[in-house]
């Protein structure tokens, strides 16, 4: 199983910028970041496979870039233009699963972030964004 450990969360004003940072051990063909917010669910934010495709929800596509560093085994996560909505906490994860919790070996323009879940899991790191 892969372990995920991640940092770079905190408090910024709206239109500010953080760049979350997940190091990890292991290998995993999918991975990504997931954010959560008090009595809902973990959702899937920005995804990202072995082969570089990457894949946004449209409520952060343009202004957060998902990236990854095998040589060092870190993903990151560039926010961007953030807004008070984007107040999470923030989970790396890795090992994506589709529905009926199908592995993800590759992304697909049309596949939905939102739907995902992973088999594996960070601690989370909270990102506040104030108005």
């Known amino acids: 199983q892969v372990q995920l450990v991640e940092s770079g969360g905190g408090s910024v004003q709206a239109g500010g910028s953080l760049k979350l940072s997940c190091a990890y051990t292991?290998?995993?063909?999918?991975m990504g970041w997931f954010r959560q917010v008090p009595l809902k669910g973990r959702e899937g934010v920005a995804a990202?496979?072995?082969?570089?495709?990457?894949i946004y929800s449209n409520s952060v596509k343009g202004r957060f870039a998902i990236s990854q560093d095998n040589g060092v085994k870190a993903l990151f996560l560039q926010m961007n233009s953030l807004k008070p909505e984007d107040t999470a906490m923030y989970y790396c994860?890795?090992?994506?699963?589709?529905?009926?919790?199908?592995?993800?070996?590759?992304?697909?323009?049309?596949?939905?972030?939102?739907?995902?879940?992973?088999?594996?899991w960070g601690q989370g790191t909270q990102v506040t964004v104030s108005s």
């Open positions: 292991g290998a995993s063909p999918s």
């Open positions: 994860a890795a090992d994506l699963r589709g529905p009926r919790m199908t592995p993800i070996q590759a992304l697909h323009p049309n596949t939905d972030v939102t739907a995902l879940a992973a088999a594996s």
């Open positions: 990202i496979d072995s082969h570089g495709a990457t």
